[in-house]
Protein backbone atom coordinates (compact mmCIF):
# COMPACT_ATOMS: atom_id res chain seq x y z
CA UNK A 1 0.00 0.00 0.00
CA UNK A 2 3.08 2.48 0.68
CA UNK A 3 3.99 1.75 -2.65
CA UNK A 4 0.87 2.86 -4.43
CA UNK A 5 1.24 6.01 -1.99
CA UNK A 6 4.91 6.79 -3.10
CA UNK A 7 4.42 5.64 -6.57
CA UNK A 8 6.40 9.23 -7.96
CA UNK A 9 9.15 8.57 -5.57
CA UNK A 10 9.47 5.01 -6.40
CA UNK A 11 9.79 6.13 -9.99
CA UNK A 12 12.33 8.59 -9.56
CA UNK A 13 14.39 5.79 -7.98
CA UNK A 14 13.67 3.20 -11.07
CA UNK A 15 14.52 6.11 -13.46
CA UNK A 16 17.95 7.12 -11.37
CA UNK A 17 18.85 3.35 -11.02
CA UNK A 18 18.22 2.87 -15.08
CA UNK A 19 20.53 5.71 -15.38
CA UNK A 20 23.74 4.58 -13.62
CA UNK A 21 23.21 0.89 -15.05
CA UNK A 22 23.12 2.85 -18.65
CA UNK A 23 26.20 4.42 -18.37
CA UNK A 24 27.97 0.78 -16.42
CA UNK A 25 27.03 -1.22 -19.41
CA UNK A 26 28.17 1.46 -22.16
CA UNK A 27 31.50 0.42 -21.07
CA UNK A 28 31.11 -2.81 -22.52
CA UNK A 29 31.73 -4.11 -25.85
CA UNK A 30 29.12 -5.42 -28.12
CA UNK A 31 28.93 -8.80 -29.24
CA UNK A 32 29.64 -9.70 -32.83
CA UNK A 33 26.51 -10.54 -33.61
CA UNK A 34 25.39 -6.60 -32.76
CA UNK A 35 28.43 -4.31 -33.80
CA UNK A 36 28.09 -2.08 -36.99
CA UNK A 37 28.95 -3.05 -40.49
CA UNK A 38 32.09 -1.09 -41.50
CA UNK A 39 31.73 2.02 -43.01
CA UNK A 40 33.17 1.84 -46.09
CA UNK A 41 31.19 -1.28 -46.92
CA UNK A 42 28.02 0.80 -46.11
CA UNK A 43 29.01 3.79 -48.19
CA UNK A 44 30.12 1.46 -51.38
CA UNK A 45 28.43 2.52 -54.77
CA UNK A 46 28.74 -1.37 -55.42
CA UNK A 47 26.71 -2.20 -53.12
CA UNK A 48 22.71 -2.23 -54.20
CA UNK A 49 19.72 -3.31 -52.79
CA UNK A 50 18.20 -6.45 -53.83
CA UNK A 51 15.21 -6.05 -55.78
CA UNK A 52 12.48 -8.62 -55.30
CA UNK A 53 10.15 -9.05 -58.11
CA UNK A 54 7.17 -9.83 -56.46
CA UNK A 55 7.14 -6.93 -54.10
CA UNK A 56 5.20 -3.57 -56.54
CA UNK A 57 7.34 -0.60 -56.35
CA UNK A 58 5.16 2.72 -57.14
CA UNK A 59 7.49 5.75 -58.83
CA UNK A 60 5.51 9.27 -58.42
CA UNK A 61 7.22 11.26 -60.70
CA UNK A 62 5.06 15.18 -60.91
CA UNK A 63 5.81 18.80 -61.31
CA UNK A 64 4.44 21.06 -58.00
CA UNK A 65 1.39 23.04 -58.64
CA UNK A 66 1.94 27.00 -59.00
CA UNK A 67 -0.29 29.03 -57.48
CA UNK A 68 -2.80 30.09 -59.96
CA UNK A 69 -3.53 26.07 -60.45
CA UNK A 70 -3.61 25.57 -57.03
CA UNK A 71 -6.14 28.29 -56.81
CA UNK A 72 -8.11 26.59 -60.18
CA UNK A 73 -8.88 23.71 -58.25
CA UNK A 74 -10.61 25.30 -55.49
Known amino acids: ?6 LE ?5 AAVVTNFASY ?3 SAQAPEAMRAAPVAAVVS ?4 AE ?5 PVVVV ?5 S ?3 KAALN
Not at 9 to 13: G, N
Not at 61 to 65: E, I
Open 67 to 69: AAE
Open 9 to 13: ATFLV
Open 45 to 48: PAVK
Open 51 to 55: VNPKV
Open 61 to 65: RAQRL
Open 24 to 26: AVA
Open 1 to 6: MKLLKN
